[in-house]
């Protein structure tokens, strides 16, 4: 994955994931998936990765933690999602270190060549190719998304 790739910078909005195992959950993300560390600290951490994707690690249980995320999940019920420019490199690097992937069915949000992982904490990490449209057509989508009357 090439920094070069990916047009959008830094991304506006990042997902926050409790864990257990803080230290192992950063080694995955930053070892096997690319991202880099741009903070840390209190027991968290901020990833960044080259497309603009960002995520934030956060030790369970710690002090200064709201009510609703002293306890890590099981990973269960949501995924991540990274679009990379050669899917199938992608799966042939993180076979040969040693992370099992798996086949995902072919549907709308996943096309042919997309495969998933578990992070340390059994996040299901989506690894797919990434789409080739762009352009003026995807900027005037972006530009017409409207937000509810109170959301602005």
Same mark, same amino acid.
């Given at each position: 994955?090439?920094?070069?790739?990916?047009? $959008?910078?830094? /991304?506006?909005?990042?997902?926050? !994931?409790?864990?257990?195992?803080?230290?192992? /959950?950063?080694?995955?993300?930053?070892?096997?998936?690319?991202?880099?560390?741009?903070?840390?600290?209190?027991?968290?951490?901020? $990833?960044?990765?080259? =497309?603009? #994707?960002?995520?934030?690690?956060?030790? &369970?249980?710690?002090?200064?933690?709201?009510? &609703?995320?002293? =306890?890590?999940?099981?990973?269960?019920?949501?995924?991540?999602?990274?679009?990379?420019?050669?899917?199938?490199?992608?799966?042939?690097? !993180?076979? #040969?270190?040693?992370?099992?992937?798996?086949?995902?069915?072919?549907?709308?949000?996943?096309?042919?060549?997309?495969?998933?992982?578990?992070?340390?904490?059994?996040?299901?990490?989506?690894?797919?190719?990434?789409?080739?449209?762009?352009?003026?057509?995807?900027?005037?989508?972006?530009?017409?998304?409207?937000?509810?009357?109170?959301?602005?």
């Amino acid at each position: 994955m090439d920094t070069d790739d990916f047009p $959008l910078f830094p /991304s506006p909005f990042f997902a926050g !994931l409790v864990t257990p195992r803080l230290f192992v /959950s950063w080694d995955f993300y930053t070892e096997q998936l690319g991202f880099r560390t741009v903070g840390e600290g209190e027991g968290s951490v901020r $990833l960044l990765h080259p =497309c603009g #994707a960002q995520l934030v690690l956060l030790q &369970e249980e710690i002090g200064t933690t709201p009510a &609703e995320l002293v =306890c890590a999940g099981d990973g269960r019920g949501f995924w991540l999602t990274l679009e990379v420019a050669d899917a199938r490199a992608e799966r042939r690097r !993180l076979g #040969a270190a040693a992370w099992p992937t798996k086949d995902l069915p072919v549907t709308r949000w996943w096309p042919q060549g997309a495969f998933s992982l578990q992070d340390p904490h059994g996040v299901m990490v989506v690894i797919k190719p990434r789409e080739r449209t762009g352009g003026p057509a995807v900027a005037a989508q972006l530009a017409d998304v409207s937000l509810p009357a109170g959301a602005r």
